[in-house]
């Protein structure tokens, strides 16, 4: 089976191959293909993961192209991890919210839009292309914001795209690890959008052991959650929220904290990727593997630094951080993804999936976030319990300003753009929406073609 990744210049792809290379199931992926715009980050990437296939002779064989059609072409599984305007983009998402005292964050708030809205032309550019040479893959975005990439595409490729973040599942095996509770006998209670829900319940063995965690000082304060929102207002909640709420629950601090920082995480992954490509080209024989890792363990150590009273940049790598591919996130699921789609390896996970009737406050087609269980005829959303009112009503907002970006990002409507951000929930006035859009359009030249035909 032929296995394509947008974006195979970055960082995440040797997850993805370690994982290809463990498994041992039939059919399974035995060609894959990078794309990128790169060459330069193809050719590091592209040697790394040599690196890992040494020894391994049924590992799946790699090429690397620049041509979006070619690597497309035939695949039964296409996994989409883009950065449109690359992290120079990124640090614009972050500091014209920044420079208006508002969040600057990749994902959430209005850098999340301004990132969705010069990704999403793009996006749907790659779902037609799909649809025409490779009609029966299965789309897996990780592409962010993804929640609403994943909403955007589906309206080319339906239920065949589904959104991956590998937070919720994370959040779920902890919680089952730090009880000493084995995670693969754990059902999850999760619901949500994008880098906006909650866990509810853990179930293991038909018990509910949440309320046993949020009992338990030394377990829950040692619960990176617990270090992010403090053991008070996870017992106030009564549930672990993922943690890119932090900056809902904390918005003041969180602003205060990125901006006495020296640098944003745009800032801190831009000078740290420069310098990994610039000696991965330099690297021989292992070197690149471990220069890899030592880079891996560096940006996991200064993930979400503001939120853990940490200085972006600053925090040290754990010296004994080695990436596992049996669980990193992404690569995880993906892989039972495939599995489940291609070997009918039924799995149960929480994806970004249509939502049809599981959250009755929420549009049929509109995007959540939610266990499904993934077998050879598709993605099943599971029931949930249904939201709460501070779950639902924030649920509905965000959405609403999903929905805006994308109209905008499809018709170049300034109207639909002013009206997203200035709905937002991080957004306190109408005025600062414009002039957050102002900004973006001013300094990022993908979010200024939206609005005057130039997109492509």
């Known amino acids: 089976m032929k296995l394509t990744v947008l974006g195979g210049g970055g960082f995440r792809v040797p997850y993805v191959y370690q994982a290809l290379l463990h498994d041992q199931g039939s059919p399974r992926i035995d060609d894959v293909w990078l794309y990128d715009t790169d060459p330069a980050r193809l050719k590091a990437m592209a040697e790394v993961l040599a690196r890992f296939a040494d020894g391994s002779p049924d590992a799946p064989r790699v090429t690397v192209s620049t041509s979006l059609d070619d690597a497309l072409e035939g695949s039964d599984f296409v996994f989409a991890a883009i950065r449109v305007g690359g992290l120079a983009g990124r640090m614009c ?22 990132y969705g809205l010069r990704t999403i032309p793009v996006m749907l550019d790659i779902a037609h292309r799909v649809r025409r040479l490779a009609p029966n893959a299965y789309l897996i975005n990780f592409t962010n914001p993804a929640g609403m990439i994943t909403e955007a595409m589906q309206s080319v490729l339906g239920d065949r795209v589904l959104g991956i973040c590998d937070t919720p599942s994370g959040l779920g095996r902890r919680i089952a690890t730090t009880l000493g509770l084995d995670p693969s ?4 209670d999760y619901v949500g959008l994008n880098h ?3 866990m509810r319940r ?26 992010v929102f403090g053991r008070e207002w996870l017992r106030d909640l009564g549930l672990i929220p993922n943690e890119y709420l932090y900056y809902y629950y904390f918005n003041r601090d969180a602003v205060r ?5 020296p640098q944003t995480r745009g800032e801190f992954l831009a000078r740290q990727q420069a310098e990994f490509y610039r000696r991965v080209t330099e690297a021989a024989g292992g070197g690149a593997v471990r220069l890899w890792r030592e880079t891996v363990a560096n940006r996991s150590a ?34 039972a993804v495939m599995a489940a789609v291609s070997r009918n390896e039924r799995a149960t996970m929480i994806l970004n999936v249509r939502n049809g009737t599981t959250v009755s406050a929420l549009p049929e087609d509109a995007v ?30 965000v959405k609403a300003v999903e929905r805006l ?7 170049g409507s300034r109207a639909d753009a002013v009206k997203a951000f200035s709905l937002h929930p991080l957004v306190d006035s109408v005025d600062v929406g414009r002039k957050l859009l102002d900004g973006y359009v001013d300094r990022i030249p993908e979010v200024a073609a939206v609005f005057t035909g130039g997109r492509g």
Not at 185 to 188: I, K
Not at 308 to 314: F, I, L, P
Not at 405 to 411: E, F, L, N, Q
């Open 93 to 114: 998402d972050e500091r014209v919210a920044l420079d208006l005292n508002v969040l600057g964050q990749e994902t959430t708030g209005p850098g999340g839009l301004a």
């Open 257 to 261: 904290s990125i901006l006495d920082a």
């Open 202 to 227: 853990v179930l293991h063995d038909g018990e509910d052991v949440l309320p046993r965690l949020l009992a338990d000082d030394e377990r829950l304060g040692g619960l990176e959650e617990g270090v």
């Open 185 to 188: 006998r754990a059902q999850f």
């Open 405 to 411: 970006t994308i109209s905008a990002a499809v018709t």
């Open 302 to 335: 200064n993930y979400m630094a503001e939120a853990k009273g940490a200085v972006q940049g600053e925090a040290e790598a754990d010296a004994d951080f080695r990436p596992d591919p049996a669980h990193q996130g992404y690569a995880g699921v993906a892989l």
């Open 196 to 198: 906006l829900g909650w």
């Open 368 to 397: 959540v976030e939610v266990p499904v269980t993934v077998d050879a005829n598709g993605v099943h959303p599971l029931t949930v319990t249904q939201p709460d009112l501070h779950q639902a009503g924030l649920m509905q907002q």
